[in-house]
């Protein structure tokens, strides 16, 4: 008997199926609409800080107008009845203004919501399919103090203000959960799929001012860095930075040391909303590539064929947005004020871009700022993208609340499509792959016809005629298809007796055990797969 192929091990059917059924799924593009979150954060700062609100409003600035169904993901804010008027509103005045108004979406968490249940119920998910080759991008969007850095890395503790760095604590925010979670899987892929293996790399920028600053080099070590399309990418219009550093990560600790740099090279400032208040918006990214180890007796070409397109990769963009403000909220004067219009700036370039995107418009001013540049491919473009609202539930913010509920409202309405990051030529090897390991579980079933049926398989590959493939075979049937209809013995009524095995197929009503394959299939299959992988 032949020596047993490596590389294309034996695969049960019900895996096999799974197999199949990835493969084609990864090789088509998926439509998704931009995902939104609102999360509510509850009225600590509020109710801490209540003397800050000097003036007397005729209303308790601290109350609740935002009230949430966890069972519909609804949000509905309403300015209480018994409250008094809004602000600038007479009594009798501005009843529409004041009306509840309620809003849908894929996902509310609310007060109760802890950091883990957060990262359950809407960042793993998305994760877990960037880590089968999609991009991803989860950012946060809200005024300022609603809640954003806390989401995204945990909250800041102690006179040092650090963030939590224990991936199980559990206020732990979004970011070392995907640490964890990255880490998790590859750790697990080691043992099952051992012909494949992990590089990950971290870079983190600020946008500050209309700047990008890498942060994790020190402010003296910066240099210039650009944002650029990579025509290699699998749209050929993928942003990269030209110029960050990236850093190399596999274990949390290396997660962490990323994290607790950029914290240190961060603009933070306080205001009389919030403490520690960012004052850029922070853009996190994990570059995940996937490769194909060259197996043993590959040949040295197929070995330099795997090396150039044996890759499959994904981006992460973690994105922790400065917040929208008000001057006289924040009580910000000299360069906290000049930081603040530059952040109502570019999120009002982000409002325009998402008008453009739902309206249909034919231009996207995405090259007005900076950041709608960045967020180009996450919004309208090759991206799974989750965005995550978070507001405040007091009446001192009420309207700010209400703005940001309406302008997520309009970002769910934003389409991407996604489409794993795999080099063409590898995905057309992978379907084959799927496709060789399909026929050899076939044949290996067949108590009859293997020879005949692989010798016709042989035939209709181009054989020994040497005929081209594509016009020995049916264009409609795959050529294991073939193989199939033409094994007789093995199914000797088509009709009468057809069994279905899983996805439709006509099963082998009298196979009674597996018989190892004969040297002749084994040839076969060797030679057809020497030219389907590299025709
Ligand atoms: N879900 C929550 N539970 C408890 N405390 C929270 C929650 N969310 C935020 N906080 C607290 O509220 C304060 C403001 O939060 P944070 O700094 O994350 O706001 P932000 O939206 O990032 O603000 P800015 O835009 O100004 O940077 C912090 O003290 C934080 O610990």
């Known amino acids: 008997m032949a020596p047993k192929r490596q590389g294309l091990p034996e695969l049960p059917p019900k895996q096999l199926e799974q197999e199949i059924e990835t493969v084609k799924a990864l090789s088509s593009p998926t439509p998704q609409r931009v995902l939104v979150a609102v999360r509510v954060r509850p009225p600590v700062i509020e109710r801490k800080n209540a003397q800050k609100f000097d003036k007397p409003l005729g209303y308790d600035p601290t109350a609740t107008c935002v009230s949430y169904n966890l069972n519909n993901s609804a949000v509905t804010i309403a300015w209480p009845s018994d409250a008094g008027p809004p602000r600038g509103q007479s009594p009798a005045g501005g009843a529409s203004k004041t009306a509840p108004k309620e809003f849908n979406f894929d996902s509310v968490l609310g007060y109760e919501e802890g950091q883990s249940s957060v990262y359950e119920k809407v960042v793993e998910p998305l994760i877990r399919k960037c880590l089968e080759g999609y991009n991803g991008c989860v950012f946060c969007y809200g005024q300022t103090a609603s809640g954003k850095t806390y989401t995204m890395e945990g909250p800041k503790r102690g006179t040092s203000m650090e963030i939590p760095t224990d991936a199980s604590d559990k206020d732990t925010g979004i970011i070392l959960r995907v640490a964890a979670q990255i880490t998790k899987h590859i750790a697990e892929a080691k043992t099952k799929k051992p012909e494949l293996e992990y ?119 973690l994105i922790d947005l400065a917040g929208s403000e008000r001057a006289n909220a924040t009580g910000a004067t000299g360069d906290r004020l000049k930081e603040g219009s530059a952040i109502n700036q570019s999120l009002s370039s982000l409002g325009n871009v998402i008008n453009a995107l ?22 309208g473009g090759n991206s799974l993208t989750l965005m995550i609202t978070c507001i405040t539930p007091t009446l001192a913010n009420h309207d700010e609340s209400l703005s940001t509920l309406r302008f997520a409202e309009r970002v769910k309405k934003v389409r991407n499509v996604a489409k794993v990051n795999v080099d063409a030529t590898m995905m ?24 005949r049926a692989a010798q016709d398989a042989w035939t209709m590959a181009g054989g020994a005629a040497g005929k081209d493939a594509s016009t020995s075979m049916s264009m409609k049937l795959p050529w294991w298809k073939r193989i199939w209809k033409q094994c007789t013995v093995c199914v000797p009524s088509k009709t009468t007796s057809e069994k279905m095995w899983p996805n439709g197929r006509v099963a082998p009503v009298n196979v009674a055990r597996s018989m190892p394959m004969t040297e002749t299939a084994e040839t076969v299959l060797k030679s057809v797969k020497g030219k389907l992988t590299f025709a």
């Open 358 to 379: 739902t309206t249909g418009a034919r231009h996207v001013p995405y090259r007005d700022s900076k950041l709608t540049y960045l967020l180009s491919d996450s919004l």
């Open 199 to 317: 590089f990950v790399k971290a870079s983190y920028l600020e946008i500050y001012q209309e700047a990008l600053t890498d942060l994790l080099v020190g402010r003296d070590e910066q240099g210039e860095l650009r944002i650029r399309q990579d025509p290699e990418s699998t749209t050929g219009r993928e942003l990269y930075i030209s110029g960050i550093t990236e850093r190399s990560v596999s274990s949390i600790q290396d997660y962490v040391k990323v994290l607790q740099m950029g914290g240190r090279h961060r603009t933070v400032g306080e205001t009389n909303m919030n403490e520690a208040s960012s004052r850029s918006h922070a853009v996190l990214t994990f570059t995940i590539e996937e490769r194909r180890k060259p197996s043993e007796g590959m040949s040295a070409e197929e070995a330099e064929m795997l090396a150039k397109h044996g890759r499959k990769r994904s981006k992460i963009h």
């Open 428 to 451: 057309r090897i992978m379907q084959m792959e799927a496709e060789i390991r399909e026929l050899r579980e076939i044949l290996s079933k067949c108590t009859c016809g293997a020879r």
